[in-house]
Protein backbone atom coordinates (compact mmCIF):
# COMPACT_ATOMS: atom_id res chain seq x y z
CA UNK A 1 0.00 0.00 0.00
CA UNK A 2 1.25 3.11 -0.96
CA UNK A 3 1.75 6.38 1.27
CA UNK A 4 -1.09 9.28 0.61
CA UNK A 5 -0.87 12.59 2.23
CA UNK A 6 -3.28 15.01 2.81
CA UNK A 7 -2.85 18.93 2.43
CA UNK A 8 -5.44 22.04 3.30
CA UNK A 9 -5.35 25.24 1.94
CA UNK A 10 -7.27 27.98 2.54
CA UNK A 11 -6.82 30.13 -0.08
CA UNK A 12 -5.58 29.70 -4.07
CA UNK A 13 -1.97 31.33 -2.36
CA UNK A 14 -1.77 28.97 -0.61
CA UNK A 15 -2.54 26.38 -3.61
CA UNK A 16 -0.04 28.47 -5.51
CA UNK A 17 2.69 27.63 -2.39
CA UNK A 18 1.98 24.07 -2.72
CA UNK A 19 2.29 23.40 -6.07
CA UNK A 20 5.65 25.41 -5.81
CA UNK A 21 7.10 22.34 -3.51
CA UNK A 22 5.77 19.89 -5.33
CA UNK A 23 7.16 21.46 -8.70
CA UNK A 24 10.83 21.56 -6.90
CA UNK A 25 10.72 18.00 -6.28
CA UNK A 26 9.38 16.52 -9.82
CA UNK A 27 11.24 14.89 -12.55
CA UNK A 28 11.44 14.70 -15.89
CA UNK A 29 9.31 12.07 -17.34
CA UNK A 30 6.96 12.42 -13.95
CA UNK A 31 3.16 12.64 -14.51
CA UNK A 32 1.19 14.59 -12.44
CA UNK A 33 -2.33 13.12 -12.90
CA UNK A 34 -5.33 15.63 -11.05
CA UNK A 35 -8.81 14.55 -9.97
CA UNK A 36 -11.11 16.68 -9.02
CA UNK A 37 -14.21 18.63 -10.37
CA UNK A 38 -14.36 21.76 -12.43
CA UNK A 39 -12.66 24.76 -10.59
CA UNK A 40 -11.24 22.19 -7.62
CA UNK A 41 -8.22 23.79 -8.26
CA UNK A 42 -5.94 22.11 -10.67
CA UNK A 43 -4.71 24.69 -12.71
CA UNK A 44 -4.08 26.83 -9.71
CA UNK A 45 -1.99 24.01 -8.64
CA UNK A 46 -0.20 23.25 -11.82
CA UNK A 47 1.01 27.09 -11.52
CA UNK A 48 2.53 26.84 -8.54
CA UNK A 49 4.45 23.66 -10.39
CA UNK A 50 5.91 25.86 -13.02
CA UNK A 51 7.41 28.20 -10.53
CA UNK A 52 8.68 25.47 -9.07
CA UNK A 53 10.05 23.94 -12.10
CA UNK A 54 11.16 27.85 -12.31
CA UNK A 55 9.08 27.85 -15.81
CA UNK A 56 7.68 31.00 -14.58
CA UNK A 57 3.98 31.58 -13.27
CA UNK A 58 1.73 32.18 -16.86
CA UNK A 59 0.10 29.06 -16.45
CA UNK A 60 -3.55 29.13 -17.92
CA UNK A 61 -6.31 26.27 -18.59
CA UNK A 62 -5.50 24.10 -21.38
CA UNK A 63 -9.34 24.00 -22.10
CA UNK A 64 -8.85 25.08 -25.48
CA UNK A 65 -5.60 24.03 -26.78
CA UNK A 66 -5.63 20.89 -24.90
CA UNK A 67 -1.95 21.35 -23.89
CA UNK A 68 0.49 24.24 -23.23
CA UNK A 69 3.68 23.57 -23.19
CA UNK A 70 6.16 25.72 -20.63
CA UNK A 71 9.53 25.25 -21.39
CA UNK A 72 12.62 26.86 -20.01
CA UNK A 73 16.35 25.37 -19.36
CA UNK A 74 15.63 22.45 -17.23
CA UNK A 75 12.99 20.04 -17.54
CA UNK A 76 9.70 21.19 -19.46
CA UNK A 77 5.97 21.19 -18.13
CA UNK A 78 3.36 19.70 -20.65
CA UNK A 79 -0.02 20.68 -19.17
CA UNK A 80 -2.88 18.77 -20.20
CA UNK A 81 -7.04 19.10 -20.26
CA UNK A 82 -8.36 16.18 -20.85
CA UNK A 83 -11.74 17.06 -19.91
CA UNK A 84 -13.06 16.28 -23.18
CA UNK A 85 -10.91 13.98 -24.46
CA UNK A 86 -13.29 10.57 -24.80
CA UNK A 87 -11.17 8.12 -26.93
CA UNK A 88 -7.52 7.07 -27.27
CA UNK A 89 -8.32 8.62 -31.16
CA UNK A 90 -8.85 12.39 -29.36
CA UNK A 91 -5.80 11.25 -27.02
CA UNK A 92 -3.80 10.89 -30.31
CA UNK A 93 -4.41 13.99 -31.01
CA UNK A 94 -3.08 15.77 -27.91
CA UNK A 95 0.52 14.41 -29.15
CA UNK A 96 0.12 12.68 -25.28
CA UNK A 97 1.77 9.69 -26.16
CA UNK A 98 4.57 12.10 -28.19
CA UNK A 99 4.82 14.03 -24.68
CA UNK A 100 5.24 10.94 -22.98
CA UNK A 101 8.54 10.13 -24.69
CA UNK A 102 9.71 13.19 -23.60
CA UNK A 103 11.48 13.51 -20.73
CA UNK A 104 9.12 16.33 -19.49
CA UNK A 105 6.59 16.77 -16.44
CA UNK A 106 3.18 15.77 -17.57
CA UNK A 107 0.53 17.57 -15.97
CA UNK A 108 -2.67 16.44 -16.30
CA UNK A 109 -6.35 17.27 -15.82
CA UNK A 110 -9.03 15.72 -15.97
CA UNK A 111 -6.68 12.53 -15.61
CA UNK A 112 -10.10 10.18 -14.72
CA UNK A 113 -10.81 10.03 -18.56
CA UNK A 114 -7.61 8.58 -19.51
CA UNK A 115 -7.23 6.62 -16.63
CA UNK A 116 -5.59 3.66 -18.61
CA UNK A 117 -3.54 5.34 -20.77
CA UNK A 118 -1.96 7.02 -17.96
CA UNK A 119 1.72 5.85 -17.65
CA UNK A 120 3.34 3.59 -14.61
CA UNK A 121 3.16 5.33 -11.36
CA UNK A 122 1.85 8.77 -11.70
CA UNK A 123 1.68 10.89 -8.71
CA UNK A 124 -2.08 11.10 -8.25
CA UNK A 125 -3.63 14.34 -6.76
CA UNK A 126 -6.97 14.42 -6.11
CA UNK A 127 -8.60 17.56 -5.01
CA UNK A 128 -11.59 17.48 -3.09
CA UNK A 129 -13.40 21.15 -2.94
CA UNK A 130 -14.23 21.77 1.13
CA UNK A 131 -15.74 25.05 0.74
CA UNK A 132 -15.61 28.48 -1.04
CA UNK A 133 -11.53 28.64 -0.52
CA UNK A 134 -10.77 25.30 1.48
CA UNK A 135 -9.36 22.58 -0.97
CA UNK A 136 -8.25 19.36 0.21
CA UNK A 137 -5.01 18.19 -1.33
CA UNK A 138 -4.26 14.07 -1.38
CA UNK A 139 -1.33 13.11 -2.78
CA UNK A 140 -0.70 9.59 -3.26
CA UNK A 141 1.74 7.48 -5.03
CA UNK A 142 5.30 9.03 -3.95
CA UNK A 143 7.42 8.84 -1.23
CA UNK A 144 9.03 12.47 -2.19
CA UNK A 145 5.98 13.83 -1.47
CA UNK A 146 5.65 12.65 2.38
CA UNK A 147 6.76 15.86 4.08
CA UNK A 148 5.25 18.35 1.86
CA UNK A 149 3.24 19.66 4.74
CA UNK A 150 6.00 20.26 7.14
N1 LIG B 1 -7.69 26.99 -1.71
C1 LIG B 1 -7.87 27.19 -3.02
N2 LIG B 1 -7.03 26.61 -3.90
C2 LIG B 1 -7.20 26.77 -5.24
N3 LIG B 1 -8.19 27.49 -5.80
C3 LIG B 1 -9.04 28.11 -4.98
C4 LIG B 1 -8.92 27.98 -3.57
N4 LIG B 1 -9.92 28.71 -3.00
C5 LIG B 1 -10.62 29.25 -4.00
N5 LIG B 1 -10.11 28.91 -5.19
C6 LIG B 1 -10.68 29.33 -6.48
O1 LIG B 1 -11.10 28.16 -7.16
C7 LIG B 1 -10.87 28.30 -8.56
C8 LIG B 1 -9.94 27.20 -9.03
O2 LIG B 1 -9.85 27.30 -10.41
P1 LIG B 1 -8.92 26.39 -11.30
O3 LIG B 1 -8.99 26.94 -12.67
O4 LIG B 1 -7.58 26.24 -10.66
O5 LIG B 1 -9.69 25.01 -11.19
P2 LIG B 1 -9.59 23.72 -12.14
O6 LIG B 1 -9.65 22.55 -11.22
O7 LIG B 1 -8.42 23.83 -13.03
O8 LIG B 1 -10.96 23.81 -12.95
P3 LIG B 1 -11.35 23.25 -14.42
O9 LIG B 1 -11.77 21.85 -14.24
O10 LIG B 1 -12.47 24.12 -14.82
O11 LIG B 1 -10.14 23.38 -15.29
C9 LIG B 1 -10.27 29.67 -8.77
O12 LIG B 1 -11.31 30.57 -9.08
C10 LIG B 1 -9.67 30.00 -7.40
O13 LIG B 1 -9.61 31.38 -7.14
MG1 LIG C 1 -8.23 23.78 -15.09
Known amino acids: MKNSIEIITASPEETIKLGEKIGSRLRGGDCVAFKGGLGAGKTTITRGISIGMGLGDEVTSPTFAL ?73 AGDERFDDIGN
Request: include cysteine; aromatic fraction near 12%.
Open 67 to 139: VNEYRGKGTSLCHFDMYRITSYADLETTGFYDYMDEDAVLAVEWSENIESALPENPVVIEIQRIDENTRKFII
